[in-house]
């Protein structure tokens, strides 16, 4: 009888793997800067900056940077193009995702919170240019503030699914316990939200 050898199963992938930490670094970078357009965020709806960028995308017609101008106080101008300097930084979240992609061992999970990152920071660019180009219309206005801290949040858990190894996932809160989280965040979402209009 003839023996047989079976040839063993082709790597999944050959690519470069990118360690924990370097995963560690990224996410947090990636936590700060949505936190930081979050504060931001905060900043310039407190100052009333929301139009000392009066266009969008640029800060004033033909101009990338805040100018002199007769109608916009110079400070809201650069408190505005400050948090859009912040946006900016966020292209960190490109990062994640692609060093969720080279991780170690990819897992679904850490791979779609690396993907809300980049989506987010986009969706909150456009948010923001549409609340600029509807001269701050509340609902717009409050759409736009809303995102942040679910952003925030994802990053949060972001930085969580990095610390997490290569071991099987393990559950730190019980089953039953899981969906009174969530309730319980319902009550500060609600007394939040109203407050951003």
Avoid: K, Y
């Avoid at 004033?60 to 859009?84: D, K, M, N, Q």
């Avoid at 987010?120 to 801290?149: D, I, K, N, R, Y």
């Amino acid at each position: 009888m003839a023996t047989t050898f079976t040839a063993p199963p082709a790597p999944i992938r050959s690519s470069p793997r990118v360690g924990w930490p370097v995963q560690r670094g990224l996410a947090w970078a990636a936590a700060l800067t949505q936190a930081g357009i979050a504060v931001t965020g905060s900043v310039v709806r407190v100052t009333s900056s929301g139009l000392g960028c009066p266009t969008w995308p640029q800060c004033f017609p033909g101009s990338l940077v805040p100018i002199a101008s007769p109608t916009v106080a110079a400070l809201r101008s650069w408190i505005e193009f400050s948090r859009l300097l912040i946006i900016l930084v966020g292209g960190v979240a490109v990062l994640c995702v692609a060093a969720a992609l080279l991780a170690p061992q990819v897992r679904r999970r850490h791979l779609l919170l690396a993907l809300v990152m980049p989506l987010g920071v986009v969706a909150q660019a456009v948010m923001g240019g549409v609340t600029v180009l509807v001269h701050l219309a509340w609902p717009a206005v409050a759409a736009h503030f809303l995102v942040s801290p679910l952003l925030v949040w994802v990053a949060v858990l972001l930085v969580s699914a990095t610390q997490e190894g290569d071991q099987p996932p393990t559950a730190l809160v019980a089953g039953p316990v899981r969906p009174w989280l969530g309730c319980s965040a319902a009550p500060w979402w609600c007394c939040w939200a109203p407050a951003r209009w």
